[in-house]
């Protein structure tokens, strides 16, 4: 670069990551700064920190950036455009695929940018928010079974709940519209007390969920509880519901539980202890002992599966070796068989070292390198 191609990339790019860096990032002036650059005078070399980690090079980051910054401002178009152009260059750059799947979904095509956002599910990278999105694309499209699975299973990540807050109230909403009145009452209260704690403003969006919610309670001629007080017991609470949710599901769907069950909206006393009636199955119908998933199905024909347990119920096993040069790991089971693939994002920090017991749920995944149906751990926590 000439002395000033240098002096306007260097100041354009300080300016960028200290408006990404607010908690609001202004996304325009982001977008402004950033197409100052030219990203071909720009390095796509690695960069590394002093550990031996590598990041993002800086062309790679300005792809990610001024992508990220066009959808935001809802310039879909060229968000998707810029997204592709970085692909060209840095392929299977999953926040690129990302921003190329929101902005098609966004910009109209939303079949096809779900499908694309479906597509990286499986990727080790594809991170709670990931999730969510997908989560809030499902919804959209008018499958909000579907939704309030991936949701459910999204809100289980260690990140801060104020991080979440926008999806605690899709999940309360998905939940009025699904029955659950007593689901998005304990979430709607949880996004309140979040906010009051923040010193945010309750948006008028909030308040109106907070109605619809009150009026669901009226209409089945319920009272709303009485929930806990304070913002890490409601939180706990919440976590309680879903995993109560999740467990009754998955009991149904091995063929353990018993009838249809009425959901979170039936339960008696207050406490997060107090019994929960079981749900029916999330995601699909109930299943008989006819109807199965393909991997459920390789496990009961005793085959060559990559797990040999139904996915229904918590299983147990230990954390094997951690390669820091990888995003994951595997865990061996107590009950034998092959190892269970997990994210080193899905494992809470305790639980990050190799010999640590661990419990676990089971999700449908696929083993891309061995091309079939899989598994791998979710909801990880230590025994």
């Not at 002036?29 to 796509?44: C, F, G, Y």
């Not at 997908?134 to 699975?149: D, I, P, Q, T, V």
């Not at 390789?298 to 599966?305: C, I, S």
Request: with cysteine; glycine share 10%; charged share 30%.
């Amino acid at each position: 670069m000439s002395a000033d191609e240098l002096l306007v990339a260097r100041v354009a790019q300080a300016v960028v990551k200290l408006a990404k860096g607010q908690t609001q990032p202004p996304w325009e002036v982001v977008a402004e700064w950033a197409a100052m650059i030219n990203p071909t005078r720009l390095s796509d070399r690695k960069r590394s920190t002093g550990d031996g980690k590598t990041f993002m090079s800086e062309r790679e980051e300005w792809f990610v950036g001024l992508a990220r910054a066009l959808m935001e401002t809802g310039r879909y178009s060229e968000a998707r455009c810029v997204a592709q152009d970085g692909l060209k260059q840095f392929p299977g750059e999953i926040f690129l695929l990302r921003t190329s799947a929101l902005a098609l979904f966004h910009g109209g095509d939303c079949e096809a940018g779900a499908a694309e956002m479906r597509s990286l599910r499986h990727l080790p990278r594809f991170d709670w928010y990931m999730k969510a999105e997908l989560a809030e694309m499902e919804s959209r499209l008018g499958r909000e079974e579907e939704a309030y699975r991936l949701l459910g299973e999204a809100l289980e990540n260690r990140q801060d709940d104020k991080f979440k807050l926008h999806y605690f109230e899709v999940l309360a909403d998905l939940a009025l519209r699904l029955g659950k009145p007593a689901v998005a009452a304990a979430h709607v209260t949880l996004a309140v007390a979040i906010r009051a704690k923040e010193s945010w403003k309750k948006p008028v969006a909030l308040e109106e969920l907070e109605e619809r919610t009150r009026a669901a309670f009226e209409a089945g001629g319920e009272e709303w509880q009485a929930l806990p007080a304070d913002v890490r017991e409601l939180s706990r609470y919440c976590r309680d519901l879903r995993a109560g949710e999740k467990r009754s599901a998955g009991n149904i769907g091995a063929g353990v539980g018993g009838g249809g069950g009425a959901g979170l909206g039936s339960r008696t006393g207050s406490g997060p202890g107090d019994r929960i009636e079981k749900p029916p199955r999330l995601g699909g119908k109930e299943k008989s002992g006819a109807t199965t998933t393909g991997v459920e199905r390789e496990m009961a024909d005793g085959g060559a599966g990559p797990a040999t347990a139904a996915l229904g119920g918590r299983h147990a096993g230990t954390i094997m070796k951690i390669d820091p040069e990888r995003p994951f790991t595997f865990i061996k089971p107590d009950r034998g068989g092959e190892s269970v693939f997990v994210a080193l994002r899905d494992l809470p920090p305790e639980c990050a070292r190799a010999g640590v017991r661990v419990t676990f749920d089971l999700e449908e995944s696929f083993d891309r390198k061995k091309n079939r149906a899989s598994v791998r751990a979710a909801a990880v926590e230590a025994a």
